[in-house]
């Protein structure tokens, strides 16, 4: 298993290393966004929950970008057909394309979080606020590469596949969203507070929820 | 055979339960229950809102378990259940959205309101649903459509508890809760109305249900007995769907 999952994972990096495609696309993408929030909500500066909910919408459409493509490779070139032939449990590819998609939106996040700290942001969070965002982000990003993987397995066999993605993926990932924005709103204001611990929980709970469900079903998505 | 004639059986029973059921509810909540002094006639709406959100919830936990059933087995009748419970759902969901937005204008003045986490739950729960339809339609092997089909609505079914736990959190809770006082502190007229509405409802679901799984099973009966008599000309062919189809199989 950890040997599947391994070998999967350094395709994937690999590919993307080689032929850089999915996260280019998000950081420009994310980059872009921020520049139309800055024009369509009329601002200079944001804060406080204004500036959590920018920060989390340009994510999650960056994230339903890197979703749209995640299997797509795979599935035009045949790599599913030769997973599907190797003896190992299908489970791995969960687990890699997970993992994978997670490292996409890190990196995304690296680019995308510091540009939108230095465009838009108006307060500098301080040492303490950023490291509770960091957590912020590691478990809203678990929550986003469940869902996207489910999500991105389902719609790579259908004829609308990129019309899908966003349709099924962000009613999912609401309860992030809630959570996620919530959370980061004291970290982003004037007088900066703490992340209340309830929101952290919910984001854990959505983690395991959705892990168990990708668990679960992921199988029958990978047949044939 | 059999399963034709299951489904086609108690239908007039159900069809007459349901209509005295949903009469002596809407009567009971008209002329028994008591205005209430607040909203006075306006809260009458609640008789029909909430019945069909509970109605319509129950549909779609129901949808997700045939979906797990389906899974299991890999039963193209499962699928069906599902589909056809999920359908019904949607369809009484959009009459929970506009009952509920009317009762907000009525009681707050606005369309709608986001502080209301229920019916923001409902909605959210509603619009994944929505692509239901859609997610079948773009994929044209029938076996392959039934199975994604299956995961959407385990998937779903297992969002919706989580999703309205999510949204609970998120509100302040600045308007008065009718919801919260249906089990407790609802006074036992209205409690009575109330839960001869719920029981109305949820028979008038069941009727439905059974009426659209006995007319999908007939015209797949039909289908597979003009085969037989005519051979593959006499069958007009059905093109893309979003149904699932049972009648190739038998």
Known sequence: MRRAVSALLRKDLQLELRAPQAVPAMALFSITTLVVFHFAIQRGQVEGDLAAGVLWVTLLFAAMLGTSRLFVADHEEGGLDGFLLAPVDRTALLVAKAISMFSYLVVVEIVAVPAFAIMLLGPTPGAGALAQLVLVLVLADAGVALVGTMVGALAVQTRARDLLVPLLALPLLIPVVIAAAKATTPLLAASAGDVEARWLLILGLYDLVFGLLAYAVFDFLVED | MTSQLLYGTRLRALSLLTAVT???????????????????????????????????????????IMAIQHLRTRDARYDLRSYVAIHLSLILGAGVLITGSIWAKASWGHWWVWDEPTLVSFLVVFLLYATYQPLRFSIEDPERQARYASVFAVVAGAFVPLNFLAVRM?????????????????????????????????????????????????????????????????VTPTGRSAAPSLGTSQ
Not at chain 2, 47 to 55: D, F, G, N, Q
């Open chain 2, 22 to 64: 949903l009469t002596a509810g809407f009567a009971l909540a008209f002329f028994y229950a008591p205005m209430d002094a607040d909203q006075g006639f306006m809260q009458k709406i609640f008789y029909v809102h909430v019945p069909m959100a509970i109605v319509a919830l129950c549909g779609f936990v129901f949808a997700g």
């Open chain 2, 170 to 234: 998120a509100q302040s809770y600045t308007h008065p809760r009718v919801f919260a006082t249906a089990d407790g502190g609802l006074p036992d007229k209205m409690k009575l109305a109330f839960v001869v509405c719920l029981l109305g409802m949820s028979a008038l679901y069941v009727t439905l249900w059974k009426y659209e799984m006995a007319s999908k099973h007939t015209s797949a009966q039909l289908r597979s007995l003009r085969r037989k008599l005519g051979g593959d000309e006499a």
